[in-house]
């Protein structure tokens, strides 16, 4: 009976690292997703200048700031 009853607590703890883990991935995703939406703002807000200085165009920030808010071209 003893056995038993440690059996029922581990599974029990291992049971919330999962839904922990689960709510750690998923808040990481958020978090990235508005990185994503700030740094293509930032892009849309960049001067013709500041755009040739790095090397794009109006028309390469354009294709980028209409992309949606989880298309994110660093996942793999």
């Given at each position: 009976m003893k056995g038993q009853k440690?059996?029922?607590?581990?599974?029990?703890?291992?049971?919330?690292?999962?839904?922990?883990?689960?709510?750690?991935?998923?808040?990481?995703?958020?978090?990235?997703?508005?990185?994503?939406?700030?740094q293509r703002r930032e892009l849309a807000r960049l001067s013709d200048a500041a755009l040739d200085d790095i090397g794009l165009s109006r028309a390469d920030i354009l294709r980028e700031v209409e992309r949606p808010f989880w298309d994110d071209p660093l996942k793999k």
């Amino acid at each position: 009976m003893k056995g038993q009853k440690s059996l029922v607590l581990q599974y029990s703890a291992s049971r919330h690292n999962w839904f922990y883990y689960l709510g750690q991935g998923f808040s990481q995703q958020l978090l990235r997703w508005r990185q994503l939406h700030r740094q293509r703002r930032e892009l849309a807000r960049l001067s013709d200048a500041a755009l040739d200085d790095i090397g794009l165009s109006r028309a390469d920030i354009l294709r980028e700031v209409e992309r949606p808010f989880w298309d994110d071209p660093l996942k793999k």
